[in-house]
């Protein structure tokens, strides 16, 4: 028998096992700067590039996500803002159940890892009532990776990265996002998470076609895939950015922005 889990992650993952997720959840975190201020146009031009997922917090799930096909939609659990000291540490704002309702294809949580001991086991816990709960619903679980103070040098910051990625894997998530571990880890990071991986897309400092360059690195690794929010919504023209970075993660088949259907909802 096919699982509900399995059902609604082929709807991110494609056939080559590969998916370009966008994240557009910062607008809870920073508010509507760097492109979020009109996240209706931004969600159109995201779906238009041809995401196979976008990450979205519940209100703009309700109010501004395109009902279409095509992208996967998925709510986020976790949040903070800047207008608070640690921002970096999340908390539950939704629950599995409200995102299942809200037409959810999968859910996402974030988990900081070296917050302090009390938050790291907080966390950790909290996780594993949202994998639990996921596997009741047969939702699929993304949990997006980040670690304070990962070490002074490349190779203890790459082993950090690997570890957080591995120690959610443990804990349920079919999919994990974690930092850009370093080109000379990434074989061990693909290696010693058994789910998918993806990079996160960091921040939108360095250039374009560095970043480019270092995402098909990272394909070529054998990683699942990207999971990018600012280098996206922050472009001049985030339905072409997508094109571009969708084209890195499937290879050139199929590569283009989707036309505008009726009442401005994009379409294939």
Known sequence: MISGKERRLRRVMGADARTLLVAVDHAL????????????????AVVAGGADGIVVHRGSAATSMPVQRDTAMIVHLSGNTRL????????????????????A?????????????????????????????????????????????????????????????RAV?????????????????????VASIEVPVVLAGGEAAGGWEEYVTAAKDAIGHGVAGLCVGRRVFGSPDPAAAVAELRAVVHGAAGVGTRSAGAGGHPQR
Do not use: W
Not at 169 to 189: F, M, R
């Open 29 to 44: 975190t920073t508010g509507g700067a760097g492109g979020l201020s009109r996240m209706s146009t931004v969600l159109g």
């Open 84 to 103: 608070s000291p640690g921002g970096e540490l999340k908390t539950r704002v939704c629950d599995p159940e409200t995102a299942l309702t809200l037409g």
């Open 105 to 165: 294809d999968l859910v996402s949580v974030h988990v900081t890892f070296g917050g302090g001991h009390q938050e790291d086991r907080a966390a950790l816990a909290d996780l594993g009532k949202v994998a639990a709960s996921c596997d009741r619903l047969g939702l699929p679980l993304l949990v997006m990776t980040y670690v304070a103070g990962a070490g002074e040098s490349p190779a203890e910051r790459g082993a950090a990265v690997i570890h957080a990625g």
């Open 169 to 189: 894997a443990e804990l349920g998530a079919d999919i994990v996002k974690v930092a850009h571990p370093g080109a000379e880890h990434l074989d061990e990071l």
